[in-house]
């Protein structure tokens, strides 16, 4: 009730009658519901979700304490809450409805509609015990599969054989799914920050990338570790060596009271001293929940303050063209005192024979 609480209380300071939710994110967030459509319709007197035919006993099971209206036309079911409530001023969330559908509101429903951002997005970079629990089985799920996968790393396999087994083992170990389609990137390909599994073989030589996160009802786990087939050589030991000692010295800044620009400004540093600031071109993090990529940012340009119950990443990479690239990273929770980093698997390089 807290959230739906918070929410009233940006009603109020709107100058708005009914907050209409459309993002299917920030619905489940805050009546439960996990179907693919609906709406939600708060107001100071009522908490409404609109649904159709398909939903109707999962919304009973799933949210309590929520009317529950079965729709046939989205239009017609909104202009009865409307006229009921004597509604003036809707607040909506712009960033996720299409123009085409808030043409249709203003010309058939007799409400004004204001746009609005961030309201729930907002509520949602504080966890809740609940919240962290998930996140935090989703992460040591993680961190065993890549236990168990790492026997069937050599030379001779392919990139889409590995992320296969990955998702394999995720999932017999309780994930409902993959927080996104894994990074499984070798050779020339790990400089490729955002490359997806393809039909490269593991050669000797080659740094392999490995990000990739799991579901534990709803949320979302990310991790990302590099490994080497073969003996590395100078430049490989050199990469690595950086890309951890920007991790470790960034990681061990996040606390409370940091900005994510602080701690950004850390690895970022790091790397930039010694001669590779081109190649690192992402921020050093991201928040995750019920997506992947929620705020805050751990970036350059994000001044959010850091606070207790938020969750980060802290992976600085390097990613040299027609070398290879390394990234590693953590999941980590912020504290009262500090922070709790929630991935356990060893950081040291991986020296695959």
Sequence with gaps: ME???????????EGADVFLVSSPMNRRYLTGFTGSAGLVWISSTRQVILTDFRYLEQVKTECPGWELIRIESYIESLKTLIEEDKVQRIAFEKDYVTVKQLEDWQEKLPAEFVGISGWVEELRMIKSEE?????????????EAF????????????????????????????????SFDPIIASGPRSALPHARPGQ???SVGDFVVFDFGCIVNGYCSDMTRTLVIGEPEEKHLLIYDLVLEAQLKSLEAVGPGRTGAEVDAIARDIISEAGYGEYFGHGLGHSLGLEVHENPRLSKNDQTVLKPGMIV??????YLPGFGGVRIEDLVLVTENGKEVLSSTFKELYVVG
């Design 3 to 13: 959230r739906i609480t918070r929410i009233r209380e940006r009603l109020q300071a």
């Design 131 to 143: 919240e962290v629990a998930n996140i935090r089985k989703a992460a040591a799920i993680a961190d």
């Design 147 to 178: 236990a168990q996968l790492l026997p069937s790393i050599r030379s001779g396999v392919t990139e889409g054989e590995i992320a296969l087994e990955l998702e394999f083992l995720m999932r017999k170990a309780g994930a409902s799914g993959m």
């Design 200 to 202: 490269r073989i593991f």
């Design 313 to 318: 990443t802290v992976e600085p990479g390097v």
